[in-house]
């Protein structure tokens, strides 16, 4: 017999609704294939252990934090750049009133990117290629695989196959809900995603 245990047992709200999300993410990108392999729990047990130990960790770590330091002198800086790098990029693509007579599109959005901090974005976001999901998942593999250890418990990271599957779901995962949120539907517009 398998209990959860709570992420965060000062609240059972905060429990509860984390114990919602996991769920969730376990029907989608875990029981959704391995239900076809197996009616057994054990697996979806231990993603669910593992998951809730990686929270735990996180969450531990994240309290550790002095919150108002972190986001005055580290937080906001960051903000701050990129705004006025966007701005910049905008200015020179644009032209420096901002013309809005130019209509949005992705080609001027590849337009501004390219002008984004001189040309020197983030790894994931690499104009070089025309669909970028590849590339964000590539780098989300490579960022999963540099955090495990330090999140996970270490019985849990000795195995290689654990550690691939691992890192699958999360790339796989997060770059499906990126991808979602830009193009999700509005309430006038009925159809797909």
């Not at 294939?33 to 252990?49: A, C, L, M, Q």
């Amino acid at each position: 017999m398998y209990m959860m245990e709570p992420v965060y047992p000062a609240s059972f709200v905060v429990s509860d609704s984390i114990d919602v999300l996991i769920g969730l993410v376990l029907r989608d990108f875990v029981k959704s294939w391995y239900g076809n392999i197996s009616k057994s729990p054990t697996f979806v047990n231990e993603v669910d252990r593992a998951v809730r130990a990686a929270l735990g960790d996180i969450s531990d770590r994240l309290l550790a934090v002095d919150v108002v330091e972190t986001t005055v002198w580290r937080i906001i800086p960051l903000l701050t750049d990129h705004l006025k790098s966007t701005y910049e990029a905008e200015r020179v693509v644009r032209g420096h009133k901002l013309s809005r007579n130019v209509t949005r599109s992705e080609e001027l959005d590849l337009a501004i990117a390219a002008k984004y901090n001189d040309g020197h974005l983030h790894p994931a976001a690499s104009l070089a290629y025309s669909n970028t999901r590849t590339i964000q998942q590539q780098h989300l593999r490579s960022t999963v695989g540099r955090l495990l250890p330090l999140i996970m418990p270490r019985n849990m990271t000795t195995s290689s196959a654990v550690n691939v599957l691992i890192k699958e779901i999360v790339a796989c995962a997060v770059t499906v809900f990126a991808w979602a949120i830009p193009h999700r539907v509005s309430p006038s517009r009925k159809g797909t995603i």
